[in-house]
Structure formats: C-alpha cells, structure tokens
C-alpha cells in the first residue's frame, strides 16, 4: 500500500496541500474538512483502504494543471559541486538542482533571476562522514525534530541518500530504511511545466517500534541583501507576533520588527538570532517570502487550525538571523508517530514579481499584497 491521504470530493486540490498523515492504507485525521476518526490536537491516525495512490496524484494536480504547450520540465543527471548523481530540473526560465550526496537537499533554484538560496562554496565536494552528525550546509536542509527537541539525525538530516529516481519534471529520493532516528525519510521534488513554481514534500514513516512526537521543520536558506516578511498574529505568548528565542539578541535591533501586521527579518546581525513566530494564516495557508530586487521567493503551505505547535509555545515558523543569511523555517504540527504512520509537510516554492505599483522598499505594503494574492488563492 502507499501512503495516501484520503478526502472528501469537494476538498480542493488545485494547490499541493501542505499536510498528510497517514500510514500504509490510512486516511488522514485533520480539520477543515478533511474526515477522519478521533480528530483533535494530537493528528492520531485511523485505518481506511481503498486510496492506493491518492496522495501522489493530489500533489502533483496543481504541476499538471498549470501546464502548457509552450514549456516542458525536463530531468538529467548532472556532476555538481564536486557530486556525481546530481538530478537538475529545468524548463525554459528555471532551473533546479538535487544533491543525493547531501541528503537530496536543494543546491539550486532558480525562477530565472537567480539561485534564491544561499551558497557556500566551502563545502563543494564534501559529505558528511557517517560517524558525525553536523557539517556547514547550504541550499536547505529539511529537519525532524522529536518531542525532546532532539534533530539532525545522522543518516536523515546530511548523509548521502542513494534512492534516486527522476522522470520529467519530477524527481523523488528516498533515505535509508534505518536510521538513528527510527524513521526513514522521503523527498519528492515537482517542477511546474511553466517553471512558476516546485512542489516539495518531505514525508517521515516511523520504522521502529517506538511511539514518538514528531515534527519536520523545514530549513531554507537565503542570502542576505534583501529582507523576509512574514504575517503574524499576535497572542498572549506573542505580543509582537514574535519573539527572540533562545537566549539571543538581536543587534542591531532593526535587523528584527513589525511593520503593520507583518514581521520584517533582514541579515546583517553581529551573531547569530533566533526569532519564533506565529502566524496568521491567509486562506489556511502559512506564507514567508524573501525580497531581493523586487522579486519575491515564496514557500507556501498549510498551517493545522487545530494542529499541535508546542515549539516555542505555538510558533508555525523559525527563523535564524545571521551576519549574511536568514534561515526561513516553516513547521509542520507535532504529531504522534507509530511504526507504520507518516508525517508529510508540503510546500509550494515560487518566484513572484512585485507589481510596478507596490512599493518594493515598503514591507509591510509588500506583505499586504502578497496576502491578498495569497487568500484569493492566485497560486
């Protein structure tokens, strides 16, 4: 059976959704029309069959209805980096490029200004040795985190994964069965025709016997220069809709503020800063987006109304500020894990132009617009 997750007719697909638990042949338990048995903070999981297939056709509807006859995605294999194995996607205005050696991490992507992430390259033709848990990263590298805050499993987190598959515009890479973690995990990259936008879904499946909390915790990061704007709520635990974590600083102090309803982030801190922040979801969907040269890099997906976010007491996205770059973090909700049962977190990354009537310098008239955009489910 494949992992799937089951729904009702009238549940839209036209966008990969953001969210699935499941297990070999399970319906999802969710809120906001998605059905299911013992619905409520903790996501449990219930038994239904007869979806084999459902969850890979529904997050690829949203690639194959943008398609058109002008622009085709395409797959190679490619050295990068110094990495043999590497799988690019293109189409005519962008490009994308899997490292397996690094954990199918993205190295590259690229709407047609730009790689939008972060280089280093320091670590070309590196990989970390199984024995070490952490070496420096660049592009983004997806995380797990259990309930005791424990992350970057060997294995899962950098170590090479050597399950590799590409066909068109879709790539899909899968780790070892075993880990330190108890969980596998599995990356499913998928271009639009039109190059507008990747569908990226990273889905754990717990392995072992043990019943643990689980929550991924994406991890992209981008350059500095430019500034990250994020929508907040704010609540007792975030007066602001933010706040720093971890016993950091922020200085200088603008490098972290609101601007209206937004949190504005930039880089250019003396060390490292961590902010936690929930957000106001625009449409049931959480949004970030990195300004640079009135382009926008967007990372789209889908924030549980009545999920479990116990990090941070209630954030639905991280971020770490640095002297050059802004790691953006969305998180999925925690979930309760069994051998069998899956957790997917899925995000939709795209280039978006800021119209000539929006004031780029302006970030909370940049944030305003792109939550417009967003709750009219213009992508």
């Known amino acids: ?126 990989v970390l040795p199984p024995n070490s848990g952490w070496m420096h990263w660049d592009g983004n590298a997806t995380d797990v985190v259990r309930h005791d805050r424990r992350n970057q499993w060997k294995g899962l987190w950098l170590h090479p994964w050597t399950d590799v598959s590409a066909t068109g515009g879709r790539v899909e890479i899968a780790s070892p069965l075993r880990t330190e973690a108890g969980v596998s995990g599995r990356k499913v990259y998928e271009l639009a025709p039109d190059g507008s936008s990747l569908a990226y879904t990273f889905t754990i499946t717990q392995e072992s016997d043990d019943v643990q909390p689980w929550t991924i915790w994406e991890r992209a990061l981008v350059p500095g220069g430019g500034y990250v704007v994020a929508p907040v709520a704010k609540t007792r635990t975030f007066p602001r809709g933010w706040i720093v974590r971890d016993g950091t600083t922020v200085e200088p102090e603008d490098r972290a503020a609101s601007a209206g309803a937004f949190l504005v982030v930039r880089s250019g801190t003396k060390k490292g800063a961590g902010l936690a922040a929930r957000l106001r979801p625009a449409g049931g969907r959480g949004w970030i987006a990195s300004i640079r040269d009135r382009h926008a890099f967007l990372i789209l997906w889908d924030v549980a109304a009545e999920g479990d976010y116990p990090h941070y007491d209630g954030a639905h996205a991280i971020f770490w500020l640095a002297p050059d770059t802004i790691e953006l973090e969305p998180l999925s909700p925690q979930v309760m894990l069994r051998r069998g049962t899956s957790l997917a977190l899925a995000q939709t990354w795209r280039g978006v132009p800021i119209p000539a009537d929006v004031d780029a310098r302006d970030a909370a008239a940049v944030g305003a617009w792109l939550e417009r955009q967003v709750t009219r489910n213009a992508w």
């Open 1 to 126: 059976m494949s992992h799937v997750l089951a729904v009702t007719a009238a549940q839209r697909f036209s966008r990969p959704r953001s969210l699935a638990l499941c297990d070999g042949s399970a319906a999802a338990v969710a809120p906001e029309g998605i059905p299911g048995e013992n619905a409520g903070p903790r996501w449990e999981v219930t038994p239904v069959r007869g979806f084999h297939g459902f969850l890979e056709q529904a997050l690829v509807t949203g690639a194959i209805a943008t398609a058109c006859s002008c622009s085709v995605a395409e797959s190679r294999r490619l050295t990068h980096r110094g990495h043999d194995g590497c799988v690019e996607i293109t189409t005519t205005s962008t490009r994308v490029v899997v490292v397996p050696a690094w954990a199918g991490r993205l190295a590259v992507v690229d709407f047609g200004r730009g790689n939008v992430l972060h280089v280093n390259k320091s670590i070309d033709g590196t």
